[in-house]
C-alpha cells in the first residue's frame, strides 16, 4: 500500500527577519517554528513519513530539535540546495529510496505553521481524485499590471485570481519526473519560484484545493507577530470553546 509522505523544505537563511537566524529556528511560545510546522503532519493520522531538507549548517540542530519534540514521523533530513526547488528535490530523492511511484507528496515549507488537520484531509483527497492539488486562497486585494514600475497597464478580474500556497501535493513518481525534465534543460530552475509553477510550465494540468485565509508564511517580523496572535486565539479558543464552529466555504473570505 502507498504512503502518504510530508516533503519539508527549511533552508531559508532569514535575511527578510533580520535576526541573524534563520526564520525556522525562531522560537514561539517556546517551540522553533520548523517544529510547530512539524508537528501537525506528526499529529496527522494519514501522514506515515516526513522527509526535511535543512541548510546543511543546521541538520545537526535540526536533528537535536526532532528528538527533544519527539517528531516521531522523520525518516531523514538532508541538506537544502541553492534553491526552494533543490531542496525539495533533494528530500524527494530521499523520499523515493523507501516509496513506490504512486506515494502521494505534500510538499510544504517550514515556515507555514497555521495548516490544520482540514486542509490535509481535502488535499489528500485531492490528489487521490486528480493526481494534484495545490493549496490556494483567492485574492482579496484588487490585482493591477504594471509593466514600467509606474503607470497601471491593466486591471484584470479579481476573481479570477488565486495565491498559489502550501502544501502542494502530487504522486511521487510523477513530480520526480517533472524535476528530472526541468533539469535537464534548466538546472537551476530560472524563473522557477515552486513545484505548481514547475508543473505548469512542464504542461501538466494542476488542480486547486482552497485554503483557509491564515495560512501564513512566516517571513518578515510581522509575520511573526500574526503567528504568535493566531496561537494565542488558539488557545483562548480550545479552553473556551468558541469560534470551532465550520465556516462554510462560500464565507471565507
Request: hydrophobic residues 35%.
Amino acid at each position: 500500500m502507498s504512503k502518504n509522505i510530508a516533503i519539508i523544505f527549511a533552508g531559508g537563511v532569514g535575511a527578510r527577519m533580520g535576526s541573524g537566524l534563520p526564520k525556522q529556528f525562531i522560537e514561539v511560545n517556546g517551540k522553533p517554528i520548523i517544529i510547530h510546522t512539524l508537528d501537525i503532519f506528526e499529529e496527522h493520522p494519514d501522514i506515515d513519513e516526513i522527509y526535511v531538507s535543512c541548510k546543511e549548517d543546521y541538520i545537526r540542530k535540526l536533528t537535536k530539535l526532532v528528538q527533544r519534540h519527539m517528531i516521531s514521523k522523520v525518516e531523514k533530513i538532508v541538506p537544502g540546495g541553492s534553491t526552494g526547488l533543490d531542496s525539495i528535490y533533494n528530500a524527494l530523492q530521499a523520499a523515493r529510496e523507501n516509496n513506490t511511484p504512486d506515494a502521494i507528496v505534500l510538499i510544504h515549507d517550514g515556515v507555514r505553521p497555521c495548516i490544520t488537520k482540514e486542509l490535509l484531509d481535502e488535499d489528500l483527497a485531492c490528489v487521490k481524485e486528480n493526481g494534484t492539488a495545490i493549496t490556494c486562497t483567492p485574492l482579496y486585494e484588487t490585482p493591477v499590471i504594471c509593466r514600467d514600475g509606474q503607470s497601471i497597464d491593466e486591471i484584470p478580474p479579481r476573481a479570477d485570481f488565486y495565491t498559489a500556497q502550501a502544501p502542494q501535493c502530487f504522486r511521487l513518481g510523477d513530480v520526480l519526473e517533472a524535476h528530472a525534465l526541468m533539469r535537464k534543460d534548466n538546472p537551476g530552475y530560472e524563473g522557477v519560484v515552486d513545484t505548481c509553477s514547475m508543473m505548469k510550465k512542464l504542461g501538466k494540468d494542476v488542480t486547486l484545493v482552497e485554503g483557509p485565509r491564515g495560512n501564513i508564511k512566516v517571513t518578515t517580523p510581522e509575520d511573526l507577530y500574526t503567528f504568535r496572535a493566531m496561537i494565542q486565539y488558539r488557545e483562548t479558543e480550545q479552553i473556551f470553546g468558541f469560534g470551532t464552529r465550520e465556516v462554510p466555504s462560500r464565507l471565507r473570505k
